[in-house]
T-cell receptor
Framework: NAGVTQTPKFQVLKTGQSMTLQCAQD?????MSWYRQDPGMGLRLIHYSVGAGITDQGEVPNGYNVSRSTTEDFPLRLLSAAPSQTSVYFC??????????FGPGTRLTVL | GQQLNQSPQSMFIQEGEDVSMNCTSSSIFNTWLWYKQDPGEGPVLLIALYKAGELTSNGRLTAQFGITRKDSFLNISASIPSDVGIYFCAGRSNYQLIWGAGTKLIIKP
């Protein structure tokens, strides 16, 4: 089973560039979410989705967009990258009220 | 907003020692989860707790859901080198998980 997959694994951007982090899951989970993890801090929720066509903001949504056109995919878009967005990004999925399964992460550096 | 306090922030222990860490919250949760994160990887679930007072074991790991529903602890018995990593607690009251800042476990050679 692939579980939750994320691409790319590593990315370097220049300030002002845009890009999309990809996330896919093959477990038919309704709930998907994006987190960022910074040194010494826990996981902070960026955006989440409770089903296809439904998204909502988490704790730190500014500078990020999401969409959920299918159950399987939940891409995260950085509109205009800033050095403050240098972080490790994790995508997770779960069934309603179930345990979250995490992808391997995308390590993003913004210069 | 909701916050979780996880302690200790880091632990230096000898191989074979027992480890204890805990999380407390100002809010009530319906679920407590404990995850472990290895370097370069995403968090992996260790134990899930769904009922106040519940005590659950997974091998050398034991976790409890506090009676007040505002706290949880994780114990690791007889630590081994592969236990090193960062341990996170997370509490859920609806769809969203609230995360602790993590406990970094380091085993002294």
């Amino acid at each position: 089973n692939a579980g939750v997959t994320q691409t790319p694994k590593f990315q370097v951007l220049k300030t002002g560039q845009s890009m999309t982090l990809q996330c896919a899951q093959d477990m038919n989970h309704e709930y998907m979410s994006w987190y960022r993890q910074d040194p010494g801090m826990g996981l902070r929720l960026i955006h989440y989705s409770v089903g296809a066509g439904i998204t909502d903001q988490g704790e730190v949504p500014n500078g990020y967009n999401v969409s959920r056109s299918t159950t399987e995919d939940f891409p995260l878009r950085l509109l205009s990258a800033a050095p403050s967005q240098t972080s490790v990004y994790f995508c997770a999925s779960s069934s309603p009220g179930g345990v979250q399964y995490f992808g391997p992460g995308t390590r993003l550096t913004v210069l | 907003g909701q916050q979780l306090n996880q302690s200790p922030q880091s632990m230096f222990i000898q191989e074979g020692e027992d480890v204890s860490m805990n999380c407390t919250s100002s809010s009530i949760f319906n679920t407590w989860l404990w995850y472990k994160q290895d370097p370069g990887e995403g968090p992996v679930l260790l134990i899930a707790l769904y009922k106040a007072g519940e005590l659950t074991s997974n091998g050398r790991l034991t976790a409890q859901f506090g009676i007040t529903r505002k706290d949880s602890f994780l114990n690791i018995s007889a630590s081994i080198p592969s236990d090193v990593g960062i341990y996170f607690c997370a509490g859920r009251s609806n769809y969203q998980l609230i995360w602790g800042a993590g406990t970094k476990l380091i085993i002294k050679p």
